[in-house]
């Protein structure tokens, strides 16, 4: 497979959960450095002690594409690909979730399975990719630790990558790394330039991304202001929202709303 220009330069999304809280933790673990053009990192959230109530895991939008599994119950893996709002899971009593996360487009390319066919969904995996819902189902148990799950997946995912026969189209990653790179703040029909028109380039985004060139930077855009993590007095007094690309509070709030599924006042305030 030819070279692709490496997105993780300009591109880490983020997931606010980073820290224990209400008994869960999050905690994201890096993959082997020959993965990391496609991989953005494995995860780990799992209980710190048995949940008197119902956990409600709130997942913002990234742009990614996820593939995760109980360790508990390894046979039971899923795939959630590219939404255009927050999704939410109710976990309860215990848990101990391993996840993968792809960096925008990857997913595709490295098994040549349109993005679109999933966008918004989440999937049993066997029904996706049988081959690696069976290497989960067998390869994973409570018993193994963190470095020993992120070793045993390197080996699956590297073996896998070096097999790809399929050459990346470099219209298609320019544009996503020209996205990333702006943080969404861009001029779609002026700035994209592809040598391609408008409806090839919004095919191509469908397969790789799941959804429209538009759609991916506003969930760019949105992941800036995450990243930033500006105080909400700052919010107010300097209107960073319009730096952010925004027209006003309002779409602003609109906006982060569908995305984080709360407010940036509720977010922001501590």
Known sequence: MKTITDPINFYKPVQPLNKKAHGVQYVEFLPDGKLRTFIHCYWQ????????????????????????????????????????????????HSFNYIGIRFLPGMFPLVFNINALELSGRTEELNAVLPDLSDFIKNSFDLSQKRSEIGLTLDRFFLTKFLSIDKDPDPRIFRAINYIQKTAGLLNIEKDLNTG????????????????????????????????????????????????AGYYDQAHFIKEFKKLYGCTPGKVFES
């Open 196 to 243: 391609i028109s408008s409806r090839q380039l919004r095919r191509l985004f469908e397969f790789y991304i799941g959804d429209t060139a538009k759609a991916f930077s506003q969930i760019i855009r949105f992941q800036r202001v995450l990243k930033a993590k500006p105080s909400l007095q700052s919010l107010k007094e300097n209107k960073l929202f319009l730096d």
């Open 45 to 92: 959230l799992s209980t710190t002690r048995p949940l008197a109530d119902p956990f409600n895991y709130q997942v913002v939008a990234d742009g990614c594409i996820d593939i995760y599994f109980n360790l508990g119950l390894p046979e039971e893996n899923l795939i959630t690909g590219f939404c255009t709002g927050f999704t939410e899971f109710p976990l309860y």
